[in-house]
Structures are given as C-alpha cells and as structure tokens.
C-alpha cells in the first residue's frame, strides 16, 4: 500500500511468534506493558489469547521498502463481543436484524485488558501517519471479509488521528488516581476534605486490624506458590460474577517470567495462609491495577488491597497515576477522579455506520454529563476548606 512516496506492505500474522520480539518492541516503547512482546506472548503460550476464548490473533505487521519493520498492531479476529470493555453488543444485534453478520470483527485491542495505551504502534523516527495505519487495518478488513475494526482503550491521538481518517469516535470514563508530588500517604489524604479524610483513615485502620500481613512482591519475589495462590482468588472471583476464566494457570507464571519487576502482586497473608491478592504492572509513568481476589469476608479489604496499597507503592516509585481499571463509582470517594478513555470503529456496512455515528454523539453527550456530575463528588477539598 502506498503512503505519499513511501512504500508500504501489510502483513497479518497468527501468532505473535511469527514477528521478531526486538522488532516489536521497537516499534511498542516500554512505556505500557501491556503492549509489550512479553505480554502478549505470554497471553498466547498461554492459551488465554486463543481459538479457545475466542481471540485469533491477527497482528498487523507495516514495512518498508526496505523490508524494515515500521509499525505492528496488536489486532484479533473475534467471533463474540466479550472480555472487550467496550460494550458493542447492541451493534451486533442490530446488524444481524438487518440480515448482516457482524462477527467475525476485528479487534485492536489488549486481551482482557481495559487499559488505555497506544494501539498503532510505529518505530520512532520512521514518521508513519496514523492515516495510513488505519488504510492498511481498513484493507485487511476488507480482505478477511470481517465486518469492522474496533481499536479499544487507544490514546487520545490515535483516536484522533482516526476520527480525521473517518473513523466513528467513542468516549468512555474510568477512575484515575492522580499523584500530586505526594511524599506519603498521609500527604495524599491531606489533600482530601475533612469528612472524607476520616472515612479513608477508618478504612485503612479497619482492614488492618484484622490480623492480615500484608506484602508487595515485585519480579523474583513472586513465587509459583504465590501464583497457585492468586489464581484460586482469580477462579473464585470470576465464579462469583459469572464470568469465564479466559486466563490460565500458566499465563501467569509466564507474566511474572517474562515482565519481571514490572510485575507487582499486592498479597496478604492471614495466620500465614494465602488471603487475597491484588495484581498490578508497572510502566513508565503509572501502575496498573488488574486482577484481584480473596477467600474470606475481610472489612475494606479490597479497597486496602487494590487501591491504598496501590497509592502507597506509586508514591513510594514516583508513579504519576494508578489506573484500577474498568468501572467501580465507589472509587471516585478513594481520591480516583473521573477520566476519559477512547476507542475508534471502523464499520465497512454504511446504514449500521450511520446508525452507530448518531448514537455515538449521543453518548458522548452522555458520558460529558456523567463526568460533571461525578466531578462534584470528589473527595478532595475545596476553595478553603
């Protein structure tokens, strides 16, 4: 596919092993994780990524003339709308009552994954627009005769970027601790309101009254014991809310092999027997909260777990933010505000596009008011207060 004067091919591949690691990581950056060869390799040996749960891989690989590989794109071919967090199962019905098939569909995306980052990975200093990432994704639509390309959880410029190249633009929220040059947590809880102050100090002094020891492993300090541990509160989790375990056992032994410290699993011990744990990846500049589970019935447990414990590490590490993943309003009232994430669809049958594109604004109406309204929740104080 041509790009101005610079020519480009598309390939697509079926497994992230087909592509040179070092290449993809060019191409990724180390700032997220989750785009990174280590983990979605591990999402695929493992069997989580697979014909199995529903996710064929199909990354896109750009080159040059030259044969040097520009940009790669995490991309699956999905026969279902589930472990997206990006919800477009409304799309699919109303495709299919117009006689239509929506799945197959494409998907540019990290597994299970709801965290924002780049999707349209590109080598720095090879200056491949977007606009021509998205013509090679809109052709491999095409090819493989699927019916839409979903980049979910992308950056604020990709989504962008693709809204100019005609890309249908959604907005979500979710909830976002931000670190203001905090020394302690202590100093974070200062910046909160009096009321809200008390309410957080409870909390922490309550879920640490219970007899629990608490740990924060990183790289070599996880063991497989602790991983047979985590997973037993990851099945008991997905048990309760009646979801499905795409994850295996084996993903996560991989996950703590191959990203090392980036790794970091918040864990508590009761009478020194496994408790709860709390799964988190470092990047650059953020620590991101993933899965979690416990066995018992502990008070403010999870918020201790997944959120304060989270604070205390990020701080301790000069993280700018945590990102505790999809939904969850209680979290506004633990000082995670409100923020936007993005996703851009490309939908080659014109009337759902239509369709789509006047729902979209809507929502995004929706969504804006949403965010006021819980902007006036925050726990953090106000004027001189």
Known sequence: MPDGSVELTLSLHASIAEIDAADWDACAGSGNPFVSYAFLSAMEDSGSASRRTGWLPQHAVLKNADGAVVAVVPMYAKSHSYGEYVFDHGWAHALERAGGDYYPKLQVAVPFSPVPGPRLLRRPGTGIPIAALAQALEQACDSLGTSSVHATFCTQEEWSELGHAGWLQRTGMQFHWENEGYSSFDEFLGALSSRKRKVLRRERRDANACGLTFHALAGDEITEAHWDAFYRFYRSTVD??????????????????????????????????????????????????????????????????????????????????????????????????????????????????????????????????????????????????
């Open 240 to 385: 309760r809310k009646w979801g499905s375990a795409y994850l295996t056992r084996d993903f996560f032994s991989m996950l703590g092999a191959r990203l090392g410290d980036k790794v970091v699993l918040m864990y508590a011990e009761h009478g020194g027997k496994p408790a709860a744990g709390a799964l988190n990846l470092a990047g650059e500049d953020a620590l991101y909260g993933r899965n979690w589970g416990c066995r018992g019935d502990w008070p403010f447990l999870h918020f201790e777990l997944c959120y304060y414990r989270a604070i205390d590490w990020a701080i301790e590490h000069g993280l700018k933010r945590v990102e505790a993943g999809a939904q969850g309003r209680h979290k506004i009232q633990r000082g995670y505000l409100p923020k936007h994430t993005y996703s851009a669809h490309w939908i080659s049958h014109s009337g759902l596009r239509r369709a789509v594109a006047n729902f979209l604004v809507e929502e995004r109406h929706g969504i804006e008011r949403e965010m006021a309204a819980l902007a006036e929740d925050s726990p953090f104080r106000k004027g001189e207060e």
